[in-house]
């Protein structure tokens, strides 16, 4: 049983500046590749959605059978998370035609439900702690909703609250700092200020991909295009995970690892 806690429980990265570095990175990929498969007219909304949802089922899956944290299947699996919770969002909006603020209200409603139900179960809410597979589930499920409220929340001060993208993002940017200082100089609770800065770095993450990729008449930015913009983040992607990967090859034995990982479930 000790065995099995502490390889479930080296399935959660370290929560490091470079994790927060690759959360921004699948944010923006996400979005922007999002829009440039949903919007696409060869490929339609339902279609690309479908493959959205596929592609999301495929690298969870993986993911939930592995033993032990991988960071290419980890990360790949919160990308397809970023793009088919963007797509939901998307679809909320434009094809249900359901108002941001709806919308937004909703998943925020969808959000501290999860929240709720994985508390009321577990009686922990803390990424240290999924070290069993209902504590996981509910993990990704938070995750997803994440990206799902911070797709709809961009949107909202974007394009109703009249903000546009730029200063959306300048907007993030403020608020993601409030858990941070609050963890660093007002013992704000680790968990709280955790899944608060992992909620806002969606809304952030979208923004700055938005203004620099939406196309005019639609965008206010850069306007570069989602293609370009999303092959670019890409690679940047591809580049901080690979630091990731390598990081964590040097970082020990597997077995220094586990022990590591059950220390700190005990």
């Not at 921004?24 to 919007?39: A, I, K, P, Q, W």
């Not at 990424?127 to 995750?143: D, G, K, P, Q």
Request: net charge neutral; aromatic share 14%.
């Amino acid at each position: 049983m000790e065995t099995r806690t502490a390889t479930m429980a080296m399935k959660v990265p370290e929560i490091t500046l470079l994790f927060w570095i690759a959360k921004l990175c699948t944010t923006g990929f996400g979005e922007s590749f999002s829009d440039y498969v949903f919007f696409n007219d060869y490929i339609g909304q339902h279609t690309a959605i479908l493959l959205g949802l596929a592609l999301l089922l495929v690298c969870l899956a993986v993911q939930l059978r592995t033993t032990k944290y991988i960071p290419w299947v980890y990360w790949l699996a919160v990308t397809a998370v970023s793009i088919f919770g963007t797509m939901s969002a998307d679809f909320l909006n434009k094809d249900l035609g359901m108002p941001l603020y709806a919308s937004t209200l909703m998943l925020v409603a969808v959000q501290i439900a999860v929240f709720a139900a994985w508390y009321a179960t577990q009686h922990t809410l803390d990424v240290h702690s999924i070290n069993n597979r209902l504590r996981e589930l509910f993990y990704w499920l938070t995750v997803l909703g994440t990206f799902a409220l911070g797709t709809a929340a961009g949107d909202f001060a974007a394009v109703t609250l009249g903000l546009g993208t730029l200063a959306s993002s300048f907007v993030f940017l403020g608020i993601i700092l409030i858990p941070a200082a609050g963890y660093r100089w007002f013992r704000l609770n680790e968990v709280l200020a955790f899944w608060f800065a992992y909620t806002i770095t969606r809304p952030l993450g979208a923004s700055v991909a938005d203004w620099l990729s939406v196309p005019a008449p639609y965008g206010d930015g850069l306007q570069w295009g989602t293609g370009p913009v999303s092959l670019a983040l890409g690679i940047l992607l591809a580049g901080v995970v690979a630091v990731t990967a390598a990081r964590h090859r040097r970082s020990g034995s597997p077995k220094a690892g586990m022990q590591e990982a059950a220390t700190q479930v005990r």
